[in-house]
């Protein structure tokens, strides 16, 4: 507990200086500047620790807030650090692109009062100052069992298998068919939520720990899985989910009308300079766009367009505000950024002959709740309009789309092509082939970087049980 029991009240909550908009649409860097050694102790001092941390238990990784709030708040750096890894194998990463707003932050006792303490930023802070002053993981004691284990996917579900694996003295080799580690993390986030250099800075970090990556490798058609199979103790399936999921009504086929991801990729591969055919740049320099899609992802093309100077971004969602499921903070960017939003209105057809020239929509209204509690959108009888757009990205999540030796190793999936894994403790995330694991979004859908890397680790330690180390 603060050493200061009023300091919450004392101290209010301040985040981190943020760029103004009419700076930071100029460019595709970082907007966020970083606290402070006093700053991050002042804040983390507001911290009451309450009897039950309900901040730990909203975390999909159940990270130890309070404990390490407290060792920042004494200058305990280096152990901070070391606390924060034993339940997050990618914080740095985390403390940029969860968000906290739904998470941890949302569940702090002073939320309803005096503003939450600055989980995020803190946990941002903790692992970027500690490798700055030359922290890294103690792997004095780690021997090597003489076990390797192959992990298929390079995104946070594989990185973070790995990291568990490798502390364990076990030999993680991880294979990916980009050019660098991160998956999305490198080529579907955009660099202005996450620095290409803080993902280059976890691999400098797992290379360290004795992580092997073999990228520009894609399995099945560079390697056979039946090889990787036969030659590793374990394998490990993080694959995530790259399959655009489609809206289902007239014109989605016309000019103009882009999934999210692609284009996504095709902007951080111009940023990287990366050659990408498959994956080119699309650049909507005085375009109209309009953006279908109210998640994270729909921010995140939001925001590009208006970094590649859009003349107007539009961003149509069929729920109200309230009910979006991304950041409030993405959200709020957007807005500041720009963006213009239309919210309760449902997109029916994409209007053009060949080419897009606009989108039309209804309003809706909310209705009863859906099996997942959330409330159905239902139409309303004329109320049809027509919104301009040049461009259209469409932004509706993504499904699974597993290879073909998926099937041929007896690999179950459920009925919408998810990996079936085990959910009992003993071996958790062990699929019906048991020398065969998976996690992250191949296994519960397309979800959050912090719930692959929960998914990431507790499959680690399921295939150390199986390895019998």
Not at 52 to 78: A, D, M, S
Not at 106 to 131: F, M, Q, R, W
Not at 218 to 226: A, L, N
Not at 378 to 407: K, M, Q
């Amino acid at each position: 507990m603060s050493k200061h029991p009023l300091q919450f009240i004392e101290i209010p909550r301040k985040d981190p200086e943020k760029e103004i908009p009419e700076v930071r649409i100029k460019h595709f860097d970082e907007i966020y500047e970083s606290y402070d050694g006093a700053e991050a102790a002042a804040q983390a001092g507001r911290c009451i620790s309450c009897g039950i941390p309900y901040c730990e238990w909203k975390c999909p990784v159940h990270n130890y807030i309070p404990n390490w709030l407290e060792l920042i708040e004494e200058g305990r750096l280096f152990e901070a650090a070391d606390l924060s890894h034993q339940t997050n194998s990618l914080p740095e990463i985390c403390g940029r692109v969860c968000p906290q707003d739904r998470l941890c932050e949302d569940a702090c006792t002073l939320n309803n009062g005096v503003g939450s303490v600055s989980i995020g930023n803190i946990e941002k802070y903790i692992t970027d100052e500690a490798i700055k002053q030359g922290w890294r993981p103690d792997m004095e004691n780690v021997k090597s069992t003489g076990k390797r284990v192959a992990i298929i996917g390079a995104g946070p579900a594989g990185l973070s298998a790995a990291d568990v694996l490798a502390r364990a003295g076990v030999k993680p080799v991880v294979f990916d068919s980009y050019s660098e580690i991160g998956g999305l993390l490198t080529f579907g986030i955009p660099p202005f939520k996450l620095n290409k250099d803080v993902v280059k800075t976890r691999r400098y970090i797992l290379e360290g720990m004795g992580v092997e990556f073999i990228l520009n490798t894609h399995i099945g058609k560079d390697k056979s899985f039946s090889s990787i199979y036969d030659e590793f103790d374990a394998v490990f399936v993080g694959i995530g989910t790259y399959q655009a999921i489609s809206g289902g009504f007239h014109g989605e086929n016309l000019e103009g009308v882009y999934p999210a991801l692609p284009y996504l990729i095709g902007n951080v591969n111009e940023e990287l300079s990366i050659d990408d055919s498959e994956n080119p740049y699309i650049d909507f320099k005085d375009k109209n766009v309009v953006v279908l899609g109210g998640g994270d992802t729909g921010m995140d093309c939001n925001r590009t367009a208006i970094r590649q100077g859009a003349s107007s971004v539009s961003c149509i969602y069929r729920r109200n505000e309230d009910s979006m499921p991304g950041s409030k903070q993405e959200v709020r960017n957007s807005k500041e950024e720009g963006v213009n939003f239309l919210f309760n209105k449902q997109p029916i057809e994409i209007m053009g002959k060949r080419k897009v020239t606009g989108v039309k929509v209804t309003e809706t209204r909310l209705g009863n709740p859906d099996e997942s509690g959330r409330r159905i959108p239902e139409t309303i009888a004329n109320t049809e309009e027509i919104i301009d757009a040049d461009v259209v990205i469409i932004a509706f999540g993504y499904l699974p789309n597993t290879p073909n030796w998926v099937d041929d190793f007896n690999i179950l999936k459920k009925s919408n092509g998810c990996i079936k894994v085990a959910t009992e403790k003993n071996l958790a995330f062990q699929t019906s082939n048991n020398k065969i694991f998976a996690g992250g979004d191949a296994v519960r859908g397309s979800d959050l970087v912090v719930t692959a890397v929960y998914e990431g680790r507790e499959a680690a330690k399921s295939m150390i049980k199986f390895l019998e180390i």
